[in-house]
Each structure stands twice: as structure tokens, then as C-alpha cells.
């Protein structure tokens, strides 16, 4: 499966945000993109690093 990469891509003025907001604001600046909020230490998939159209929040 190939992924279109384009739009923003890092989000360094939300550190610090609730997630919920963060993934909002995120999902509304590339809307080809999907937001996860993932609780602290919560493991995620190897995929997390190749795959643009997700961020983990």
C-alpha cells in the first residue's frame, strides 16, 4: 500500500496540548492525514515511522 505525502507535516507548537486538541487542530491543518491520541507508554506499530498518513499524538 503506497501513501500520497503532502501537507504539513510537523506539529511543534502543540507540545504540550491535550491530545484531543492536538489531533483536532492536526487533522484540520492536512486533512489527508489521521490523528490517534496514544496514551503515554501505550505501544504502537513499527509502522508508526513509514506510514504519513497517521500521527501519533
Not at 4 to 19: A, D, N, R
Request: hydrophobic share 40%; with cysteine.
Amino acid at each position: 500500500m503506497s501513501f500520497i505525502c503532502s501537507g504539513k507535516t510537523s506539529w511543534p507548537e502543540l507540545v504540550g496540548t491535550k491530545g484531543d486538541y492536538a489531533a483536532s487542530v492536526i487533522e484540520s491543518e492536512n486533512p489527508g492525514v489521521t490523528a490517534a491520541v496514544i496514551v503515554v507508554r501505550s505501544p504502537v506499530p513499527f509502522e508508526y515511522n513509514i506510514r504519513c498518513n497517521r500521527v501519533w499524538v
